[in-house]
């Protein structure tokens, strides 16, 4: 098996399996604010076994590809959303779960404006942005107890850059 990913572009219908994808398309669910401002409503499922929804603020290092994939995790006790709060592509890997294991990663690459919502339990990558600044919105649990959990790979895989079908 080979142990590069390619990057896919980011779609609600190919994220669908992961979670939820956070954009502005299609039309507005309804024009608010005096009919300056269209609003998209209810477009990620939060979901938490306990605790409280909470808004952090993440400033992570621009990485570049190719980028070497070491670990993924996954939060069991609540879906967590990354906003960016510039308008830059960020990458977005995630992973199907397997018996409690990662299954072989897959790699998106956000456009300019989206977000992603990943599902309680979705096995992903750390945030990634590619280029600073690295400033993003989190939503997430805020609770009592563990809620993170790691998988390290014993052999790497290598996110190439190149766009296309995994090779």
């Known amino acids: 098996m080979s142990r590069l ?5 980011l779609t609600a219908e190919a994220f669908a399996p992961f ?19 269209g609003r998209y409503h209810d477009r990620a499922r939060l979901d938490f076994a306990d605790g409280r929804a909470g808004i952090s603020l993440f400033n992570a290092q621009a990485r570049s590809l190719p980028l070497r994939l070491e ?8 879906s ?11 990458l977005v890997v995630v992973a199907p779960d ?5 299954g072989r990663p897959r790699a998106f690459l956000t456009r300019e404006g989206q977000g ?14 590619l280029s600073e600044p690295g400033l993003f919105a989190v939503v ?7 809620n993170l959990e790691e998988h390290w790979f014993d052999t790497p895989f290598t996110i190439t850059g190149e766009t296309g079908p995994a090779s």
């Open 80 to 90: 967590q959303a990354f906003l960016p709060m510039q308008r830059a592509p960020f």
């Open 98 to 102: 397997e018996a409690g294991q990662p």
């Open 71 to 78: 670990m993924v995790e996954r939060h069991p006790e609540g």
């Open 116 to 129: 992603v919502n990943y599902h309680r339990g979705t096995w992903h990558g750390v945030l990634t942005p």
């Open 5 to 9: 990913i390619a990057l896919e572009p």
């Open 140 to 146: 997430d649990r805020i609770g009592s107890g563990a």
């Open 19 to 37: 979670g939820d994808v956070l954009d502005i398309s299609g039309d507005p669910d309804k024009i608010i604010n005096q009919g300056l401002c």
